[in-house]
């Protein structure tokens, strides 16, 4: 799959620009503050619905006018084209378009567009909140498991209404209603646990993978990763539940579940967190994500587009150029951006690819 049209209109610096991308490799190269992220957080919206460079995403309306749009043209892995489009209102939210037709439903939109994104941001997966973890195993849940963000949804939807029980009876004193309580745990439970089996499964599946690539980048050093269910070790979901009864009273919601699950890295049984350095961190995360997409597109016969934004920060050139090739490798549509040309010489040996300078807000081929 490969956009091949993307137009952008009031988006950040940009009044109206449109470039046409290969399938293979766009290399995007400008000076600083030129608006070489803003065309990837564009691109980024079409794929995921937001912006991953802000949680106000009305910052990405240009000063001074009131809607941003981007719109975008993709060939799927069956050859049709499909026009996608994402309308920001300052005031409004998002609105989207699938050839033509309105819909609110991200998840309709996001489902079209496999994408993943690396930025210098991207060790947070290892060093920030578990949640990020958790997104990681999901986003390929969500694109190659059938059912399984109804099963998100679900379980979601049954803790709220048991934390509802816990919330109320910790602030207001209201009872708890023994039997709904219990109903909610039940489904809890049966979801959970099914939520945790099938990121248990994927996590063990790419295992393998990670372990094999990273030591391609880093031969001395043996990566490990393990999901951790979100509940006590060697007991079951549901007992779980049981035994923390007493403290999500005390706490007001349910401290046990798959909500809390996390991934846990280690190189050589030490955490990986804690030891590698930056530039390693970064090799990890670009080697989960290569895991990630060669699983997606076994499993799901589809490819995806890759963006990788600041690329020469902290990835030395052999790294970069290795990073590239194992990308190229699958067939993914990747747009990169850099500050030099210089930083992609090593590029020269790629025929299939387009470079663009984004200079005076324009975006030109060369
Ligand atoms: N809503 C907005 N309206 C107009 N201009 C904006 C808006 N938001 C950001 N900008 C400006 O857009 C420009 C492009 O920013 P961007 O982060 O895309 O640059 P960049 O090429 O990635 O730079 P760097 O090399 O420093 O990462 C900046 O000058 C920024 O101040
Ligand atoms: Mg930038």
Not at 156 to 166: D, E
Not at 220 to 231: A, P, Q, S, T
Not at 281 to 289: E, G
């Amino acid at each position: 799959m490969h956009l091949s049209l993307v137009q952008l209109a009031q988006f950040r610096n940009f009044d109206q620009v449109a470039f046409s991308p290969c399938e293979s490799l766009n290399i995007i190269h400008g000076a600083n503050g030129a608006g070489k992220s803003s065309i990837l957080e564009a691109v980024h919206l079409l794929g995921f619905g937001r912006s991953f460079r802000t949680n106000r995403q009305n910052s990405v309306v240009k000063h001074e006018t009131n809607i941003a749009t981007v719109f975008g043209r993709l060939t799927d892995d069956q050859g049709v084209e499909q026009k996608i489009g994402c309308t920001r209102h300052k005031s409004e939210g998002f609105e989207f378009s699938i050839n033509g037709e309105r819909t609110k439903k991200l998840a309709d939109v996001v489902r079209k567009i496999p994408m993943q994104i690396f930025t210098p941001q991207s060790s947070d997966l290892i060093i920030g909140q578990p949640v990020l973890r958790r997104r990681f195993v999901d986003w390929a849940l969500f694109h190659v498991k059938h059912g399984y963000s109804d099963l998100v949804a679900a379980y979601t939807k049954t803790l709220s209404q048991r934390n509802a029980l816990l919330r109320n009876y910790l602030n207001k004193g209201v009872p708890i209603d023994t039997q709904q309580f219990n109903y909610w745990s039940e489904s809890l439970g049966r979801y959970g646990n099914l939520i945790s089996e099938a990121r248990k499964s994927y996590l063990e599946a790419i295992n393998a993978q990670v372990v094999a690539l990273y030591r391609q980048f880093i031969p001395e050093f043996k990566i490990d990763l393990r999901y951790n269910n979100g509940w006590d070790k060697g007991t079951s979901f549901e007992d779980s539940l049981k035994a923390k009864e007493a403290r999500d009273l005390q706490y007001g919601y349910t401290t046990v579940g798959p909500h809390k699950g996390d991934i846990k890295f280690t190189v050589n049984g030490l955490s990986a967190a804690e030891n590698l350095s930056r530039g390693q961190l970064r090799i990890l995360v670009s080697i989960l994500q290569i895991a990630q997409m060669k699983m997606f597109s076994s499993l799901s016969n589809k490819s995806t587009i890759y963006l990788v934004d600041d690329i020469a920060a902290e990835l030395d050139e052999k790294t970069r150029e290795h990073f590239l090739d194992l990308i190229l490798e699958t067939k993914t549509q990747v747009f990169v951006t850099a500050i030099e040309t210089s930083q992609f010489e090593f590029t020269n040996k790629y025929n299939d690819k387009k470079v663009f300078h984004v200079e005076h807000n324009q975006v030109n081929e060369e």
